[in-house]
Nanobody
Framework: QVQSVESGGGLVQPGGSLRLSCAASRSIFRSNIMGWYRQVPGKERELVAGISSGAYLNYADSVKGRFTISRDVTWNTVYLQMNSLKPEDTAVYYC?????????WGQGTQVTVSS
């Protein structure tokens, strides 16, 4: 099964920004809603943002106004621009289809927001 490849995480201070990237196969990318998920230890993975092929966007309430999801059809890549980061945004971030399952989960990318 095709696996996602996430990148762009790191350590950032509260109020800072990061941009995550996810490369997917062309067939998966162009025929599915793509989403960014995050997970912290002991909690279920949650969907934070989704984008359809028609650019319909959806965000979790906790990230509205701070995160922006976008997609580049040339490179079959999904991005998550994260601004005004908070300590509670600390998690491992993954991308997958919405609903998940059309791709295998990748290793994710760790985002740590701390001073």
């Amino acid at each position: 099964q095709v696996q996602s490849v996430e990148s762009g995480g790191g350590l950032v201070q509260p109020g800072g920004s990061l941009r995550l990237s996810c490369a997917a196969s062309r067939s998966i990318f162009r025929s599915n809603i793509m989403g960014w998920y995050r997970q912290v230890p002991g909690k279920e993975r949650e969907l934070v943002a989704g984008i359809s092929s028609g650019a319909y966007l959806n965000y979790a309430d906790s990230v509205k106004g701070r995160f922006t999801i976008s997609r580049d059809v040339t490179w079959n890549t999904v991005y998550l621009q994260m601004n005004s980061l908070k300590p509670e945004d600390t998690a491992v971030y993954y991308c997958n289809t919405v609903p998940p399952g059309r791709m295998a989960w990748g290793q994710g990318t760790q985002v740590t927001v701390s001073s």
